[in-house]
Structures are given as structure tokens and as C-alpha cells.
């Protein structure tokens, strides 16, 4: 399953450094980050509940970048 | 202005002019020290709390840390003005970058401004209630007033009216629409009230896939993305290793040999190796060149699919084309109907009966000519022979439409025809009945987009088809196209592309550039495919990985030039950022850079990069 979700983050480096960490959590397949467009793509292992995956990803993300934030 | 940048802006201005004031007082001592600290807390608390919080989170190398750990080495080392001096830079560079990509973002949004948030559904008092799109089942009427955008895909049912369609096309001649035609939606009606039968749901609606496109587009990362991402995760690690190196190294060396260590000195240069190590400028430079680009070219009315694309799209050195629907309009009209055996409008009766089961344009211009409403109750047992024809019953009797190779795969003797034009055999009964010739119009800016493409160093355009060969090769002459294929079935289309991609060299990119359902397996197969959008296929569109909107094979050249400045500006950025860094960094070991030529090569640097990638959007000219 795949999602789109909004992010915010300030510079191009935290947004590559958010995407090595959101693909580094389990139950995420693969995850894009667009910079550009402020958007993460998040494409979730069969089975796994997003709801229960992205705050996950979140804290993961905090702890590379703590200025992001993900809307879910 | 965010709130965030507004704040950060205050925060620069206050520690600026503190820095300034300072700068002319007569300090000296713990006094000089605790009154540098104040514009250094105001302009790097939040920089120090990130290097803290990377320590602990195990996320060391990032800018943060190399920030911290050169400001405060120098403030340790007693030179408190660089010290601040280099964290309100690079905050000043921060501020800038985040200026900059928020006012490109900006800007490339409302190029893609298209997105309709209503559709005008008309309740049975006569009232306009406004909805949401997605909510309009196929099949409504919805009612698009002046001055609005047309939210879903549809058919004019009543009005007239002129559709500025330039947010899609880039085309800035208004379109006019009246009763029957299909209308597209993002199109912005100017004058009169239209009702539009909805043939679309808004999902699946031209502007929804759109924006759908452009907005994944950036997601698809270039090749020379990946190299950056590559580049900065081996080169923060090796630069900050080195700056260890170079701060201890030398001074137990000449602590060896006898001599004074200079532990100052080397610490010294081994801060500026570290402000000068951030990789900031090309990991903010390239992505934003490839969105400014994708950005720009959308404007144009190119819709590239992804910045690999983009960056594919520069190489290219063969394009092929379809014939029809790309370099010519795809408009048919009958021509001249020859050797008939039988009254003129008999041998069109048949045709269009024949005919009747298929949507090709063809057989649309032999309808068209035949003019009265064909009777389908007529018709039975219809077969399509693909590259061939149509095989059918009317009337009972079994009526051939095709081209020669049909005529001789039913044994029947017929005349070939000696003009150019697509030729339709007509056999009735078993017997060759005559031929319908039919004729497509070159589109006009056809011949201009052949020798655009030669001047921007095209190796060879080839075109495929279907059609008879005295057509293709007349198209081909005329256009001055170098190679022709005819007669090709569409599965002999991929096999010409393949040939042709094994000829090629390796750096070489092969476009091509079709319309057709039949266009989409040679579409993918192609290095890039590029679909003509507003006549082309659902299929073709999906397949292809750049989409023409308004059908110009000048937007082929276009194209290619936007992806060739692109890809030019993300190397020159590319080169300059990583020549610098490596010169100052050498001339940092040895003692030449101090921490000001440090501060311009990280800050300076991203600046200059960032400008050059915003060019990249600017595609007018070209």
C-alpha cells in the first residue's frame, strides 16, 4: 500500500536524512521524499497498519531531524 | 516571508549589528568574551542544541556538528569574531536557501495552478450548487460559467464558447468550442456558459493526472541525484576524519622531531577544513535545478514525467516518430475515390458500413464522406485484421476495407494506386470494387520541428508506420526526415525501435514520440517516450514518460533544449561547488584559507548554486 503524506523540513539535507531514516523503520517498504514539493511517499510491507507504522516513522525522523514534522 | 524565516531574519539583523557595534569597542578579556556571547547565543542556540541532540541521537556528521565544533574551537582559540562571524553566515546562507526553494516552490505552484476546487451542478429550480469534483458521477451535466475553470473531462452539450487552455498547452491562441466537442478540463472558459456532460470522474480527469504527474515527478530521482546522495554520504565522514587528522597528526609529528607543536595553528586550519566540508550546496542545488526545470518545461506545456527523464531527455540522439498524429494531423479527408466498378456512393455505402465498427480516423473521413447515418443493423460479422483491415458482412454480402496486403491475403486482384495518400481497397463479394484514396494534412510547424531538432545536434530522426510507402516516403522527403519505415505492422514498430537501440552507442538516448494505442509498448520500450497529449491515447499517455499537451512536434526540440539547460546547470553547479570545496580545503591544510574563505565556500558556494539552479525554471527563450 502506498501514501502520500505532507511533511515539513527545512532544508534539503534533513529531508535526505528524513528519507534514510523513514526507510530504516519496520514496516516501511520504500519511502520517497520529495523536497520540493514537501511530500513523503510512504509504500508500507503487506499487511502493516499505517496508522500504527507512521508515528514510528515520525520518531525515527526526530531523531535525525528534529525540526520535521509529518502530517498523518 | 514564513514565520520561521521572519524570525530567523530578526535573529540575523540583531546579531549583525551587535557584531558591528562590538567591533568598534575596545575589549579585552573575560569582558571581550562574555559580550561576543550574547549575538553568538541569539544567532546559533538552536544550531548548538541540533549538534547536542545529533551527538546523542549517534547523528554526528551533520552541518550542525561541523558548525559547532569550528565556532566554539575558535572561540576557544580566542578568535571570538570568526567564531560568530562564521555561524551568523551560515545562518544567513540557511536563511537564503530557505528563501529561495520557498519562492521557487511558490512559483512553480502557480504555474501548476490548475487544480479546480467546484464543479456548478444545476438543481431542478435552475440553481447553481457548487460541489466537490471528485463527488460528480460519470454522466452528469455540470455547468461551467464564464471566467471558471472546466473541473472534469466532457462533452459540450449547449453553448458556445472560447477556452483559454494555456495553463495546459502553454499555447496562448484561445480555443474555440461549440455543441459535440470534447472538452478537457483545466481549460478556463472565457465567454459564453457552457453545460458539459461529464465523460470522465475527476480522478481520471486530464487535470487530475496533471498534477498527479508533476507533483511525483521529483520523486523519480536523476541519476546525478543519487551520485550526490552517494557523494555526501562518503564525504562529510572523510572530511570531518581528515579535519581529526590534520588537528593532531602534524603537531605530535613536529612534536617528534623536536620542534614547537603549534597546536593552535593546526586546530585553526582544521576548523576551517570543517566549515568548509558542508555539502550543503549540492545537495540543495541539484534537486531544486531538476523541480525548477520540470517546473519550467510544465509551463511550456512538457510534462516530464520525472527528473531522471529530464535528465535522459538531454542525452538524446534518435528520435523516431509515428506518423500519423504526430507529424501529421491526424485529420483525414477522402481525396478521390478511383477504378470504381460500381456507382460512387454504392462503393461509399459499403466502405462506411464496413467501417462502421471502428473509431480510426480512417474510417471517421470515409463516414464523413459517405454522409448519411449508416444503418448498423446492416453489418455483421466484423473482423479487424490489425495492419490489414476490416473484413465484414453488409447486407449480407462479405465487403474487404484494407490495404493491399488485405487484398492479396484474399486473393483478389486490385489496382494500386499511383498518388500519395492512404489508400482503402474496397472488395465486395470477392471482387476488388475500387479504392478510396485519403489524404492527411502535414501538420504545419512539422517541417520547422525536423530542422530544430537537427540544430540541436540530433543524429538521426526516423519515422515509422503503418501507412503505404509512397505516403511515408512523400511525408519523409517533404520533411526531410532522414529514414522511413512503412508498412510496419505494430509489433514490427518495437522490433525497429530494438534494432535501432542496439545501434546505438551508450551514451546515446533514443526518443520516441507517438500517439497511438497501438504507440505504447514501443512508448516504454523507447530510453524516453514521449506521448502527443491532447490527441493522443489514455494508453500512450500512461506509457510515455513525457507528454506533449498541445500535439506540437516543436515542443520535441523544446523539450530536449530544456533538458539540455537543466542538466547543464545541475553539472556546472556540480563541478563549481566541488572545485571550490576541494581548492579551499587545500588551501585550508596548508595554512593560505583562513575561516573567512571558508565561510564564502560553504555559504558563498550554496548561494551561487542555488541562483544558477532557479534558472533552470526560466525556459521561454529557448
Keep these: 500500500m502506498k501514501k502520500v503524506y505532507k511533511i515539513d523540513v527545512d532544508c534539503a539535507n534533513c529531508a535526505r536524512k528524513m528519507e534514510i531514516a523513514a526507510n530504516e523503520t519496520e514496516g516501511v517498504k520504500k519511502a520517497v521524499v520529495n523536497f520540493m514539493t514537501l511530500k513523503m511517499e510512504v509504500e508500507f510491507e503487506e499487511g502493516v497498519d499505517p496508522k500504527a507504522v507512521m508515528p514510528v516513522v515520525l520518531e525515527n525522523c526526530k531523531k535525525v531531524e528534529d525540526e520535521c514534522e509529518i502530517f498523518f | 516571508m514564513s514565520k520561521k524565516q521572519k524570525k530567523m531574519l530578526k535573529r540575523i539583523l540583531i546579531s549583525s549589528a551587535l557584531m558591528i557595534v562590538l567591533g568598534f569597542l575596545p575589549l579585552e578579556g573575560i569582558l571581550k568574551f562574555a559580550l561576543y556571547m550574547v549575538p553568538y547565543y541569539i544567532i546559533g542556540h538552536d544550531i548548538l542544541r541540533k549538534a547536542f541532540l545529533g551527538v546523542k541521537n549517534k547523528q554526528m556528521f551533520d552541518e550542525s556538528f561541523l558548525m559547532a565544533v569550528a565556532t566554539v574551537g575558535a572561540i576557544i582559540l580566542g578568535e571570538y569574531t570568526e567564531g560568530v562571524a562564521v555561524m551568523l553566515f551560515f545562518q544567513i546562507g540557511e536563511w537564503f536557501q530557505s528563501y529561495a526553494v520557498g519562492k521557487s516552490r511558490r512559483n512553480i505552484s502557480q504555474l501548476m495552478d490548475i487544480r479546480p476546487d467546484y464543479a456548478n451542478i444545476e438543481d431542478e429550480s435552475g440553481n447553481l450548487e457548487q460541489v466537490d469534483p471528485d463527488e460528480v458521477a460519470i454522466g452528469t451535466v455540470i455547468v461551467v460559467q464564464p471566467g471558471?475553470?472546466?473541473?472534469?473531462?466532457?462533452?459540450?452539450?449547449?453553448?458556445?464558447?472560447?477556452?483559454?487552455?494555456?495553463?495546459?498547452?502553454?499555447?496562448?491562441?484561445?480555443?474555440?468550442?461549440?455543441?459535440?466537442?470534447e472538452i478537457i478540463s483545466g481549460c478556463i472558459n472565457m465567454t459564453g456558459l457552457l453545460r458539459i456532460r461529464t465523460t470522465k470522474e475527476f480522478g481520471e480527469s486530464t487535470v487530475s493526472k496533471i498534477l498527479d504527474m508533476v507533483e511525483n515527478a521529483s520523486s523519480r530521482k536523476s541519476r546525478s541525484e543519487n551520485f550526490i546522495s552517494k557523494f555526501a554520504h562518503y564525504y562529510t565522514p572523510i572530511v570531518c576524519y581528515s579535519a581529526l587528522a590534520?588537528?593532531?597528526?602534524?603537531?605530535?609529528?613536529?612534536?617528534?622531531?623536536?620542534?614547537?607543536?603549534?597546536?593552535?595553528?593546526?586546530?585553526?586550519?582544521?576548523?576551517?577544513?570543517?566549515?568548509?566540508?558542508?555539502?550543503?550546496?549540492?545537495?540543495?542545488?541539484?534537486?531544486?535545478?531538476?523541480?525548477?526545470?520540470?517546473?519550467?518545461?510544465?509551463?511550456?506545456?512538457?510534462?516530464?514525467k520525472g527528473s531522471n527523464y529530464l535528465e535522459a531527455l538531454a542525452y538524446t540522439k534518435y528520435v523516431v516518430f509515428d506518423k500519423t498524429g504526430t507529424m501529421t494531423q491526424g485529420v483525414f479527408e477522402v481525396a478521390g475515390i478511383h477504378h470504381r466498378q460500381m456507382e460512387e456512393e454504392k462503393l461509399l455505402e459499403y466502405a462506411a458500413h464496413a467501417e462502421s465498427y471502428s473509431s480510426h480516423p480512417i474510417s471517421k473521413s470515409i463516414q464523413k464522406a459517405y454522409g448519411a447515418l449508416v444503418d448498423m443493423n446492416r453489418v455483421s460479422d466484423v473482423q479487424e485484421i490489425g495492419g490489414h483491415g476490416i473484413v465484414a458482412k453488409v447486407d449480407g454480402m462479405e465487403v474487404l476495407a484494407g490495404n493491399g496486403k488485405l487484398m492479396d491475403k484474399y486473393g483478389i486482384e486490385y489496382i494500386p494506386c499511383e498518388e500519395a495518400g492512404t489508400v482503402v481497397h474496397i472488395a465486395v463479394g470477392g471482387k476488388f470494387a475500387g479504392h478510396i484514396l485519403i489524404s492527411d494534412l502535414i501538420k504545419p510547424t512539422a517541417k520547422q520541428a525536423i530542422s530544430d531538432l537537427k540544430k540541436i545536434g540530433i543524429k538521426k530522426t526516423v519515422m515509422l508506420t503503418g501507412d503505404a510507402r509512397t505516403v511515408a516516403e512523400n511525408v519523409a522527403r517533404e520533411l526531410n526526415i532522414d529514414r522511413v519505415h512503412s508498412e510496419l505492422l505494430p509489433g514490427d514498430k518495437v522490433d525497429k525501435v530494438e534494432e535501432l537501440l542496439s545501434a546505438k552507442g551508450e551514451k546515446e538516448n533514443l526518443v520516441f514520440?507517438?500517439?497511438?494505442?497501438?504507440?505504447?509498448?514501443v512508448l516504454s520500450r523507447a530510453d524516453i517516450g514521449i506521448a502527443m497529449g491532447a490527441m493522443g491515447s489514455d494508453a500512450a499517455i500512461e506509457a510515455a514518460d513525457v507528454v506533449l499537451m498541445d500535439d506540437d512536434p516543436m515542443k520535441i526540440a523544446k523539450a530536449i533544449k530544456i533538458a539540455k539547460k537543466c542538466v547543464g546547470i545541475v553539472y556546472q553547479n556540480i563541478y563549481f561547488a566541488i572545485g571550490v570545496k576541494v581548492l579551499c580545503l587545500i588551501l585550508g591544510a596548508v595554512g593560505i584559507a583562513n575561516m573567512w574563505l571558508a565561510i564564502f565556500s560553504d555559504v558563498g558556494v550554496m548561494v551561487i548554486a542555488v541562483l544558477n539552479a532557479i534558472r533552470a525554471l526560466n525556459v521561454k527563450n529557448l
Design chain 2, 246 to 304: 590534520l588537528a593532531f597528526i602534524p603537531p605530535v609529528v613536529l612534536m617528534v622531531l623536536g620542534r614547537p607543536a603549534m597546536w593552535g595553528t593546526w586546530i585553526y586550519r582544521a576548523l576551517t577544513f570543517l566549515v568548509i566540508s558542508c555539502p550543503c550546496a549540492l545537495v540543495i542545488s541539484i534537486p531544486l535545478s531538476f523541480f525548477a526545470g520540470i517546473g519550467g518545461a510544465s509551463n511550456a506545456g512538457v510534462l516530464v
Design chain 2, 513 to 521: 514520440v507517438g500517439d497511438g494505442i497501438n504507440d505504447a509498448p
Design chain 2, 148 to 181: 471558471e475553470k472546466v473541473p472534469i473531462d466532457g462533452v459540450v452539450t449547449e453553448g458556445t464558447s472560447t477556452l483559454n487552455t494555456s495553463a495546459l498547452t502553454g499555447e496562448s491562441l484561445p480555443r474555440d468550442v461549440e455543441e459535440g466537442d
